[in-house]
């Protein structure tokens, strides 16, 4: 079985399962916390559970990062290294709003940067929308992606806790004779891949409070898409293999306004308080 078809059932499967325990009360019961330090759901340690069994399945030899247990080595020496949010939107799923996704992306033991992984899939629980990067190629719900789209340029998801912080922003899209419209839908990884897709013009998570875990995929796209990435930490030091959090991100096209102000963002006077 290819890398691409095998990697892509886990997630298929995963998102199968998430589907239906949906709405089951039993599953979405705070049992604790993560290695995180994040509060865990019972459906969180199944579905991790899960993919790490389907995994072993795959007949790859595989290390997976992801937030409930951490850094599994399910072998001696690893194939791939799998970086993955087996249920990103996880409040959204316990209170039954239907937005939230099973991302995953493999990477070579070599590879020193989170946006060089050699497959990455996004996948919509509910909707079955998927972003996927396959040999070296984007495809969208499995039609080919060959350049960003220019989509929704008002649009940008935001996560961020200071009204300075947008008042900035919007100043900044004013000027370019556009009428920002904001967005927080509760789930990065889908957010980050549309604005990687050029879906919508821009994302942007400001709080300090996003993992790795949440945006590998994501930011893969985005790269072989030619779309703008800023973080901090920087992606060349981002790592694949521990959890880590990732201060500020943003995701944009070109002509984004949020280009303009990226200094003000970025600042370090600008840093949020955190929980």
């Given at each position: 079985?290819?890398?691409?078809?095998?990697?892509?059932?886990?997630?298929?499967?995963?998102?199968?399962?998430?589907?239906?325990?949906?709405?089951?009360?039993?599953?979405?019961?705070?049992?604790?916390?993560?290695?995180?330090?994040?509060?865990?759901?019972?459906?969180?340690?199944?579905?991790?559970?899960?993919?790490?069994?389907?995994?072993?399945?795959?007949?790859?030899?595989?290390?997976?990062?992801?937030?409930?247990?951490?850094?599994?080595?399910?072998?001696?020496?690893?194939?791939?290294?799998?970086?993955?949010?087996?249920?990103?939107?996880?409040?959204?799923?316990?209170?039954?709003?239907?937005?939230?996704?099973?991302?995953?992306?493999?990477?070579?033991?070599?590879?020193?940067?989170?946006?060089?992984?050699?497959?990455?899939?996004?996948?919509?629980?509910?909707?079955?929308?998927?972003?996927?990067?396959?040999?070296?190629r984007v495809h969208y719900n499995r039609v080919e992606v060959q350049s960003r789209l220019d989509k929704g340029r008002e649009v940008l998801s935001i996560y961020t806790e200071s009204?300075?912080?947008?008042?900035?922003?919007?100043?900044?899209?004013?000027?370019?004779?556009?009428?920002?419209?904001?967005?927080?839908?509760?789930?990065?990884?889908?957010?980050?891949?549309?604005?990687?897709?050029?879906?919508?013009?821009?994302?942007?998570?400001?709080?300090?409070?996003?993992?790795?875990?949440?945006?590998?995929?994501?930011?893969?796209?985005?790269?072989?898409?030619?779309?703008?990435?800023?973080?901090?930490?920087?992606?060349?030091?981002?790592?694949?293999?521990?959890?880590?959090?990732?201060?500020?991100?943003?995701?944009a096209g070109a002509n984004s306004p949020l280009l303009s102000v990226l200094d003000q963002l970025f600042s370090t006077t600008n840093t949020e308080n955190h929980e």
């Amino acid at each position: 079985m290819s890398l691409c078809r095998a990697y892509r059932r886990v997630v298929e499967d995963a998102s199968s399962l998430l589907r239906e325990y949906y709405g089951l009360d039993y599953y979405v019961e705070v049992v604790g916390k993560g290695v995180s330090g994040d509060i865990s759901r019972r459906i969180d340690i199944v579905v991790e559970d899960y993919i790490v069994d389907r995994v072993l399945s795959t007949g790859f030899k595989s290390w997976v990062l992801a937030e409930e247990r951490g850094l599994r080595k399910l072998v001696e020496v690893p194939e791939h290294i799998l970086v993955v949010d087996p249920l990103d939107g996880s409040l959204n799923y316990a209170l039954r709003i239907p937005f939230a996704a099973v991302s995953l992306a493999v990477y070579t033991p070599e590879a020193r940067n989170i946006t060089e992984a050699v497959y990455c899939i996004v996948r919509h629980v509910f909707t079955g929308d998927t972003v996927e990067l396959c040999n070296g190629r984007v495809h969208y719900n499995r039609v080919e992606v060959q350049s960003r789209l220019d989509k929704g340029r008002e649009v940008l998801s935001i996560y961020t806790e200071s009204h300075r912080v947008l008042g900035v922003i919007r100043e900044a899209f004013t000027k370019q004779g556009l009428e920002l419209k904001t967005r927080t839908l509760g789930a990065a990884s889908l957010e980050a891949s549309h604005a990687a897709l050029g879906l919508i013009g821009q994302f942007a998570h400001l709080t300090g409070k996003i993992r790795n875990v949440d945006l590998a995929a994501a930011l893969t796209i985005a790269r072989v898409l030619r779309a703008h990435i800023y973080a901090q930490p920087p992606v060349d030091q981002i790592s694949t293999t521990e959890l880590q959090t990732i201060s500020k991100v943003v995701v944009a096209g070109a002509n984004s306004p949020l280009l303009s102000v990226l200094d003000q963002l970025f600042s370090t006077t600008n840093t949020e308080n955190h929980e």
